[in-house]
């Protein structure tokens, strides 16, 4: 069955940057997508940002803004979450989660995912 491990999470000062990474296995990622996911404490889970097996992205929060971006590298199996001019706001346990499918814009809904990781913290503070 399909496997998420994220790595990455940190203590970072407000404005820095941050990249998590997402180690996939048990499954082919020409027919899965792959999406990073946060949850603050207290809150709902949000859907950060989602790449299908069509390689197709979509930023869900501030896309406007381009403070996250994110790729995947079949050869080596992992999806990575680059994220830049980092707030307070977003800190969090960031979580990568998949399903299969070529494409991956309902990833919005965090429910409609069947497989997930254990997260990452992050944590932005001065």
């Known amino acids: 069955q399909p496997q998420l491990v994220e790595s990455g999470g940190d203590l970072v000062q407000p404005g820095g940057s941050l990249r998590l990474s997402c180690v996939t296995s048990g499954f082919s990622l020409d027919a899965y997508g792959i999406g990073w996911f946060r949850q603050a404490p207290g809150k709902e889970r949000e859907a950060v940002s989602c790449i299908g097996a069509d390689g197709r992205s979509t930023v869900f929060i501030e896309p406007e803004q381009d403070r996250f971006i994110i790729s995947r590298d079949d050869t080596m199996r992992t999806v990575d979450l680059q994220m830049m001019r980092l707030r307070p706001e977003d800190t969090a346990v960031y979580y990568c989660?998949?399903?299969?499918?070529?494409?991956?814009?309902?990833?919005?809904?965090?429910?409609?995912?069947?497989?997930w990781g254990q997260g990452t913290q992050v944590t932005v503070s001065s």
């Open positions: 989660g998949s399903d299969s499918g070529f494409s991956c814009g309902h990833y919005r809904d965090y429910t409609l995912l069947p497989y």
